[in-house]
């Protein structure tokens, strides 16, 4: 299962850019290089949804992609290094900020490459999404570049370190491993979380 019909719905360069949207939104937070971008491609079928290249911290903005008209997926920009200019990269990582505290978002999936160990960035964007009540899924990336049982220990490894209810899932962009899951498990959730929302009584 793939989502077959895309479009670019927005892109927000400042918070006040930030759309108020009209679907649930499930946004790929990772560190550069992490394989965000090609994970989106991968995930919307389309080869230049997303830009990627030999260098990583590439994605400026937030860029929301409305997919098949029933999600929007959020294309953030990664974090750890910048392969731009010291302004750019900057205001990146302003921005990431401000999406982190108040952006929309539905569900986050957080990528790390399963080759490294989540660092305190990770820990922080877990702790701020959870204390705004979004669901967190961890997404282990590149996993045709390792074998089964390195997967299995860092997954167990995970569950030891993160919440226990925390989902976790193991992906590769290049075998296609684990992308039709994923797409199911970003639909489901996110509808799932947008509900108990509605359910919330106003304040």
Do not use: W
Not at 12 to 33: E, I, Q
Not at 77 to 105: D, F, I, Q, T, W
């Amino acid at each position: 299962m793939r989502f077959t019909t895309i479009e670019l719905a927005h892109t927000a360069f400042r918070p006040a850019d930030f759309p108020v949207p009209d679907l649930p939104v499930a946004a790929l937070l990772g560190r550069s290089n992490s394989g965000k971008s090609t994970l989106l491609n991968a995930l919307l079928g389309e080869a230049r949804a997303a830009r990627t290249g030999q260098r990583p911290g590439l994605t400026r903005g937030v860029r929301f992609f409305r997919a098949d008209g029933r999600i929007l997926l959020a294309d953030t920009p990664g974090y750890g290094y910048a392969g731009m200019g010291k302004e750019a990269a900057e205001a990146n990582g302003r921005l990431l900020e401000a999406y982190l505290e108040a952006g929309p978002v539905t569900l986050a999936l957080l990528l790390l490459d399963v080759r490294r160990e989540p660092r305190q960035d990770e820990r922080i964007i877990m702790e701020r999404l959870t204390l705004r009540g979004v669901p967190v899924c961890i997404v282990l990336t590149k996993c045709d570049k390792v074998k089964e049982r390195e997967i299995s220990a860092k997954t167990k490894a995970l569950r030891t370190s993160f919440p226990p209810t925390t989902a976790i899932h193991s992906v590769s962009a290049a075998s296609g491993r684990g992308i039709d899951t994923l797409v199911k498990f970003i639909l489901q959730g996110a509808l799932h979380a947008l509900r108990q929302t509605e359910k919330e009584p106003a304040v």
